[in-house]
């Protein structure tokens, strides 16, 4: 029987690697981490008008995201309270009802149920249909285009959940006045490894580009000499982890990522929007934030140039599903939307050349994990330990170097508090506080 509070040591600097492995530890996590924190569920560009739905999963449970007649959105399982079938089967479109294609029991556009074939016959009138929605998901929040829900009455609400992380989520969710869109469809494909190393590695980890990624950047910047491009041993960066969420990158010595990440026109472009930008989020957050990114637990995205967003769907422990889409300005030109979702295409989709590579890498650990031993053998994350700074370089929150495992010690941090069922109102509370908090719950209860 696995100890919950000894998998992971953030103090210390290591973890156990039966968390990538253990199919009980696994269940647990779908109800207590994923089932508590705030989950990616669509961007507003996905839901245009009334009646504009998709279909997503929240960790493994399919939910449809629909835009209600008044503008809102709400989100709801999508499964039938008869038999259990799904009540939409088309990934996204625009419909007034969803109609379960077993029994043919329907549903309106907020989830509630609205006809049951031969009710007089087979129910002699005599079901409630009130009672029998399909299941609501809970809480909805919309920050600045992106919805996120959550099934938790607990959980906080979504800017204190965010905290810090705001600053660097919105550095690339507002810094053009008029708004990001994402392109159209969503690129799906399975990858043979725990969902925790690709969410931890875009909060966290820098320290594997020059190696992992040298090939890549050779061929991106069409330098002989690159070795991971920026990523050497002098090159300046922090790396941001609070509440779970992390953010990780350069100080860029420019308003924009050079040309070789950008492209020709997408350069040229953004040149001319550099007083926008500052004045949309700020010199710092212009100069300084960019790269690799997680909100907790399982939304990343890059910035601009590399332009992805992706949800990391859990498939069991030893499996993901991930979900991606290119983001890009909705004023942007034609060729420069086209150019931008060109890159993404060339560096992360299924065959991109730096995606390929992280994927080689965690399928080979989960792979690696199959044996014994290897399972029972602790991995160090204590890079930087004991060197976190707060508030430092205009960058607000808790952080340390670029090249560090901060974030990834907070990650695994919050991962922790959750999979145990440590209550939020703990949780959010620094640790100096924690022992009051307790205190005070354990008069409530």
């Not at 009130?130 to 996120?148: D, E, T």
């Not at 799906?188 to 590695?201: P, R, Y």
């Not at 065959?351 to 390929?356: R, V």
């Amino acid at each position: 029987m696995i100890d919950l509070n000894t998998m992971v040591d953030p103090d210390r600097g290591w973890n156990d690697p039966r968390i990538y492995t253990d199919q009980d530890l696994y269940e647990r996590e779908l109800e207590y981490v994923f089932g508590r924190t705030w989950l990616f569920l669509a961007h507003d560009s996905q839901l245009p008008k009334p009646g504009s739905f998709i279909q997503t999963y929240m960790a493994e449970d399919p939910v449809l995201v629909v835009r209600q007649r008044d503008g809102s959105v709400k989100a709801f399982l999508n499964q039938c309270r008869h038999r259990g079938m799904r009540i939409c089967r088309t990934d996204a479109g625009t419909s007034k009802t969803f109609t379960c294609t077993y029994h043919g029991w329907a549903y309106d556009l907020a989830g509630n149920l609205i006809n049951v074939p031969l009710e007089e016959v087979a129910y002699r009138n005599e079901i409630d249909k009130s009672r029998w929605g399909a299941l609501k998901v809970l809480r909805i929040a919309n920050y600045r285009g992106f919805c996120f829900g959550t099934w938790s009455e607990e959980t906080p609400e979504f800017e204190d959940y965010l905290g810090d992380m705001a600053f660097y989520f919105d550095a690339v969710v507002d810094r053009f006045a008029s708004g990001l869109e994402l392109v159209p469809g969503t690129t799906k494909w399975v990858i043979d490894c725990n969902w925790k190393f690709a969410a931890e590695q875009f909060a966290s980890d820098m320290y594997h580009a020059p190696v992992s990624h040298a090939s890549a950047m050779m061929a991106l910047t069409d330098d002989p000499n690159a070795s991971g491009g920026n990523s050497n041993q002098n090159a300046p960066g922090r790396q941001f982890g609070d509440n779970g969420h992390g953010s990780g990158g350069f100080f860029s010595p420019q308003a924009v990522m050079p040309a070789p990440y950008l492209g020709d026109a997408t350069y040229a472009w953004m040149k001319t929007k550099e007083e926008e930008h500052i004045e949309q989020v700020g010199i710092d957050r212009v100069l300084k934030v960019n790269n690799h990114n997680t909100i907790f637990p399982n939304f990343s995205w890059l910035a601009f140039g590399l332009s992805t967003m992706r949800v990391w769907h859990p498939r069991g422990p030893g499996q993901i599903e991930v979900w991606a889409w290119s983001y890009r300005p909705k004023d942007a030109p034609d060729d420069v939307k086209a150019e931008m979702r060109k890159m993404t295409q060339r560096t992360f989709s299924p065959a991109g050349s730096f995606e390929t590579d992280d994927g080689e890498n965690w399928t080979e650990i989960q792979q690696v994990l199959r044996g014994h031993k290897a399972r029972t053998t602790k991995f160090h994350t204590g890079m930087g330990l004991g060197h976190d700074e707060q508030d430092v370089h205009g960058l607000p929150g808790s952080s340390n170097h670029v090249y560090a495992e901060h974030a990834a010690r907070g990650f695994y941090r919050r991962w922790r508090d959750l999979v145990t069922g440590t209550p939020w109102a703990r949780i959010q509370k620094p640790d100096r506080a924690r022992d009051a908090a307790d205190s005070a719950l354990a008069e409530e209860a």
